[in-house]
């Protein structure tokens, strides 16, 4: 029997030497997929509400907060009934949440997700009654009801169940009516701000450049590694909604960071292209333990009063598996560095190990992001 932990008992030895620079190559894209307006922005919405119509799988009286909640309803409709006679299998608690769009206007419809607040088993089959969405300034922005759609189902009967997803979270497409916009500061601006969605100096100069060799002259300056601003034209044909499409069209070669980003949980290892790694060459080695175990028959003197028993026989044999010796030649790239790995069968928790130790002897030219 072979232990699992043993396959990762890895040495890995790196020699660093001197340096191959160079640089990645990456494609052209588009202003708008590196960068969004500043100001344009969408909302969070959230809401409490009640799903009824369950089958029996709602909340249970231990959840006082819905048993007040329908006892409330009830009152402003009209019925006066004691918040200790009630039952509310039928009902469940739910915070409903939704994202405002930025450019949403009264009457657009939103999607909306239902979470269960109490100890509900299942949403399937419920109805959202009316629930006032409001943001962070308290202000209701929409209003969601309609029914439930849960991607699950599940049953349960004499002491067996079984289930498929989820059921306590659900969704209502298109189930929340905007009742408020949002002012978006457009319009009459006369500076567009582009802010990157990842910030950097050089691909914040490049996008000034691009911006400026695509309109003529110097309308755009790069701020700082996050932000830049674009001078709006006043006589510009078909206003700023024109001028901000065509900025958003310019391409340009955004600066790819070298960066290797490694999770140690699921093994996943992801390079940029713009890695480099010194020339150096990787020894790579596993321990194997085996562990055996044959029972073994004792028997008893003869004409004695003991007893034939079966004694398990364990041997433990730790062997040293053939290591491998294998240079990076060639321009160090990322290719290289996967060709010669391969060569030597490692997996991807012996890669991060390898990774980690290229990045300790300085053989690694990027940054390394462990998660």
């Not at 006679?85 to 939103?110: Q, S």
């Amino acid at each position: 029997m072979v232990r699992p932990w043993a396959r990762w008992l890895g040495l890995a030895v790196v020699v660093a030497a001197v340096a191959l620079p160079g640089g990645a190559q990456v494609p052209e894209v588009r202003v708008k997929d590196i960068a969004r307006i500043s100001g344009v922005r969408a909302n969070q919405l959230f809401g409490y509400g009640l799903v009824v119509g369950l089958a029996g799988t709602g909340d249970s009286s231990g959840a006082f907060f819905t048993v007040q909640s329908v006892a409330n309803m009830l009152a402003r409709l009209g019925v006066t009934v004691p918040a200790s006679r009630l039952r509310v299998r039928n009902v469940a608690a739910v915070m409903a949440t939704a994202e405002l769009g930025t450019f949403a206007r009264e009457g657009d419809r939103l999607d909306v997700t239902l979470s269960s607040l109490g100890d509900a088993r299942s949403l399937v089959g419920g109805v959202l009654l009316q629930t006032p969405l409001q943001a962070a300034d308290g202000k209701v922005y929409a209003v969601a009801q309609g029914p439930v759609v849960v991607g699950g189902a599940g049953e349960q009967a004499g002491g067996s169940k079984a289930q498929i997803n989820h059921l306590t979270v659900g969704r209502i497409p298109g189930g929340a009516i905007v009742e408020r916009g949002v002012p978006t500061p457009a319009g009459e601006a006369s500076v567009v701000s582009l802010v990157l969605l990842q910030p950097d100096y050089s691909t914040a100069t490049r996008v000034a450049e691009a911006v400026n060799r695509a309109l003529g002259g110097s309308p755009a300056t790069a701020v700082d590694a996050a932000r830049v601003d674009v001078a709006v034209p006043p006589d510009y044909p078909g206003g700023l909604a024109a001028f901000v499409a065509r900025v958003e069209a310019v391409t340009l070669r955004p600066d790819a960071p070298a960066r290797v980003v490694v999770n140690e949980r699921t093994g996943t290892v992801v390079i940029g292209g713009a890695v480099r790694i010194l020339p150096v060459v990787i020894a790579h080695g596993n321990l194997r333990i085996e562990v055996r175990s044959e029972p073994q028959v004792s028997q008893p003197p003869p004409f004695s009063p003991g007893q034939t028993q079966v004694v398990p026989r364990t041997q433990v044999t730790v062997t040293p598996e053939p290591g491998a010796l294998v240079p990076i030649p060639g321009t160090n790239s990322v290719q290289d560095l996967a060709r010669a790995l391969n060569a030597l069968g490692v997996g991807p928790r012996d890669l991060v190990a390898i990774l980690q130790a290229l990045k300790a002897a300085g053989a690694l030219q990027g940054e390394l992001v462990v998660q």
